[in-house]
């Protein structure tokens, strides 16, 4: 066999502890033996009505047991998973399906008006699968989702070529600019990155040995609870892990983040470990433990995980205070890139935001390909090695311009600037592709709003470049203020300046009523900015 799949890891953990919990949604529960049999019916379903080695199957799911239950399925049969963004419009589900040549979706019930409207335009979509959610009938062009998970009996599904490491899980990422890209990841370099060296150092060096798990897992593991969405990368990653040390995931009913619900299920549920990403969701849990200190007994809480967007140390240390057993990872990574550096809060110990101690296959280059000297002050761009994706699905020159040979081995660079401080650890500035250039200067956006946000009236904050005839682009502050708070404008960028370099402040300040972030707490910069340039009467 080939390097690592999951299936086959995941169906020897279903052997070892079959009647321990694998999912669990509200009075929703499935054991280990339920999750692998269920799995067997979807793999069935795929493969009966013809889908073909590494064929595409779109996952079009709020959180839920069906999510990672269908992953599994897909993988069993040999297939390649693709997440798909359920925020969405129609334009933009069919540029993703057919870019990805999906040849099946799975879907909650809620989505069957949106699919009805653009079902003509994805023709290579063969396969529906509809997942029951009380939003109404199953549409007679699909198939029950629950009528396949429960058609097949206990013994395991393949595909008559078998399973492989490298078979793909494919992340589509969105991104700062331009349309969705497929990220190509082999099974094997996913499980050796996020997986291996966590619970099984040997794995760096030997092909698939099943005997290993079987060592490894022998009683239930942590529960986890994703509450950001498994569409996006940082919530099914960190599930990925979860599953493959026998544990269960634990998922939320609600499908808008509601504070009060994750803090009762991780009471409830005695949770373990909960992913996040970034202020978007801490800052509300950090407001609902203050106003309520008393209220819930977190104890069982040992790890807060988040990754993809800036989390400020001010609110690390707020949530420490109140669950101070706990540790909270940072992670610094992205969809294309996982590794290239983590930061960890305990109680007591504090880390500048957007602090990193690099990984370990991690280094930050500049534009020639050379080392960053330490403490020059000098911005260079994080490159990742060691277990990495293969590249862009159908877009071989966005993958040579990102995954980069450099000193002859080949590094994942997906344009994430960072300076190398004197001890070698990395602050980040951000990506390039939202740099401000004002006056001759560069910006980073994330460094003006992890100040803008520090304001006491700021609850969150984005900058932006607006054109501007003599400084070229002018940064521009677009906040969301606290409840009944004014703008106080000179104040806002008084505040700034007072943190940093003047240039770096805005020269306005917009309020909003809400960022309007995205559920994995991303922000469309070019929404934004187009309002600002539109508000403030010049070209975007």
């Known amino acids: 066999m080939?390097?690592?799949?999951?299936?086959?890891?995941?169906?020897?953990?279903?052997?070892q502890i079959p009647d321990a919990p694998a999912q669990v949604q509200g009075e929703r529960r499935f054991t280990w033996r339920q999750f692998d049999e269920r799995a067997n019916g979807v793999a069935a379903a795929l493969l009966d009505a013809g889908a073909a080695e590494q064929d595409k199957v779109a996952q079009y799911l709020y959180n839920g047991p069906e999510y990672l239950e269908s992953m599994f399925g897909v993988w069993k049969a040999g297939l390649a998973p693709v997440n798909t963004n359920y925020r969405y419009a129609d334009d933009e589900l069919v540029y993703l399906w057919d870019n990805a040549d999906a040849v099946a979706v799975i879907f909650h019930g809620s989505f069957t008006g949106t699919i009805e409207r653009i079902r003509d335009r994805v023709p290579r979509v063969r396969t529906w699968l509809w997942v029951d959610d009380g939003a109404g009938p199953c549409p007679p062009w699909a198939t029950p989702y629950e009528r396949a998970a429960t058609s097949h009996h206990p013994e395991r599904?393949?595909?008559?070529?078998?399973?492989?490491?490298?078979?793909?899980?494919?992340?589509?990422?969105?991104?700062?600019?331009?349309?969705?890209?497929?990220?190509?990841?082999?099974?094997?370099?996913?499980?050796?990155?996020?997986?291996?060296?966590?619970?099984?150092?040997?794995?760096?060096?030997?092909?698939?040995?099943?005997?290993?798990?079987?060592?490894?897992?022998?009683?239930?593991?942590?529960?986890?609870?994703?509450?950001?969405?498994?569409?996006?990368?940082?919530g099914c990653m960190s599930q990925l892990i979860v599953l493959t040390q026998g544990g269960s995931v634990v998922t939320l009913e609600g499908r808008t983040f509601d504070v009060t619900e994750l803090l009762d299920t991780v009471e409830r549920?005695?949770?373990?470990?909960?992913?996040?990403?970034?202020?978007?969701?801490a800052k509300p849990i950090l407001r609902a433990l203050d106003a309520e200190p008393d209220r819930w007994d977190l104890s069982s809480l040992v790890v807060l995980t988040s990754s993809g967007v800036m989390f400020s140390e001010p609110t690390k240390q707020g949530l420490l205070k109140h669950v101070p057993t706990m540790m909270i990872i940072d992670a610094f990574s992205s969809s294309e890139a996982v590794g290239m550096g983590q930061s960890i809060s305990s109680a007591g110990g504090t880390v500048d935001t957007a602090h990193f101690t690099v990984g370990e296959n991690a280094r930050v280059v500049d534009e020639h390909g050379a080392d960053v000297v330490p403490g020059s002050g000098d911005v260079g761009r994080v490159a990742v090695g060691g277990f990495q994706p293969i590249g862009y699905y159908k877009d071989d020159a966005k993958t040579a311009a990102t995954f980069l040979t450099i000193d002859g081995r080949r590094y994942s660079v997906p344009g994430d600037f960072a300076s190398v401080e004197a001890d070698?650890?990395?602050?980040?500035?951000?990506?390039?592709?939202?740099?401000?250039?004002?006056?001759?200067?560069k910006v980073f956006p994330e460094e003006v709003e992890e100040a803008l946000k520090t304001h006491p009236a700021v609850r969150d904050a984005v900058a932006v470049g607006v054109p501007d005839e003599k400084f070229g682009e002018?940064?521009?502050?677009?906040?969301?203020?606290?409840?009944?708070?004014?703008?106080?404008?000179?104040?806002?960028?008084?505040?700034?300046?007072?943190?940093?370099?003047?240039?770096?402040?805005?020269?306005?300040v917009l309020a909003v009523d809400t960022i309007g972030r995205a559920p994995n707490g991303k922000v469309d910069y070019k929404r934004l900015k187009a309002f600002a340039a539109d508000a403030l009467g010049v070209g975007a």
């Open 269 to 281: 549920e005695k949770v373990n470990m909960v992913a996040i990403v970034g202020d978007a969701f």
């Open 157 to 234: 599904t393949t595909g008559p070529w078998g399973r492989s490491g490298d078979h793909l899980y494919m992340l589509y990422t969105g991104g700062t600019t331009g349309m969705p890209k497929g990220v190509m990841w082999r099974q094997d370099d996913l499980y050796r990155n996020i997986v291996g060296s966590v619970v099984d150092p040997r794995a760096r060096d030997t092909d698939a040995d099943m005997a290993m798990v079987r060592d490894r897992v022998t009683g239930p593991g942590a529960v986890g609870l994703p509450a950001c969405p498994l569409m996006h990368g940082t």
């Open 2 to 15: 080939p390097g690592w799949n999951f299936a086959d890891v995941w169906e020897v953990i279903a052997e």
């Open 474 to 508: 002018a940064i521009t502050a677009v906040v969301e203020l606290a409840p009944e708070v004014e703008l106080d404008e000179a104040g806002v960028i008084g505040h700034v300046k007072g943190q940093l370099a003047a240039f770096k402040a805005p020269k306005r």
């Open 424 to 441: 070698g650890t990395i602050t980040l500035h951000g990506r390039g592709s939202v740099c401000i250039n004002t006056g001759g200067e």
